[in-house]
C-alpha cells in the first residue's frame, strides 16, 4: 500500500481479472477510456520481458463532469489509474490510483466532496473483486 493507492490480491488469472475490474468498475459508473499494456510496450520498445502489467483509465463521466466544470485543469489529473499486475508468485494484484489524495493537489473546495465520491465507488469496487 502507499499514500497514493490502494488495492489487494485477487484469486484470478490475469485476464480474468481485467475483465472483473472492468465489470465492477461500469456497476460503480466507470467506464474503462484508455488501457495501457506495459508488459507489450516494454518488450516492442525495449526488448525486455515482464509480468503482465496493465493500466486501465477508469472515468466516471458525471463525476469527471463536475469536476471539469469546478476546475478545468483537473483534466491533468484524470482519468482514475487502476493497476492490474501479475506479481512474482503468480497471483493477480490490483491497486487503485487513490484519488483523494491526487485530487489534494487542487486547492478548491468543490473538488474534495467529489475525490471522496469517486474514492467511495472505487473502495466499493475493490470490495466486489
Known sequence: ???FGFGKSIDLRFEDAIERVTEKLADEGFGVLTTIDVQATLKAKLDKDMRPYRILGACNPVLAHQAIT???DIGLLLPCNV???QEEDGRVRVDFMDPASVLGLVDD???E???DQVRAKLEKVLEAL
Do not use: C, D, G, H
Open 113 to 115: 466532496p467529489l475525490a
Open 1 to 3: 500500500m502507499s499514500n
Open 109 to 111: 473546495e468543490r473538488v
Open 83 to 85: 493497476l492490474v499486475r
Open 70 to 72: 469546478a476546475v478545468p
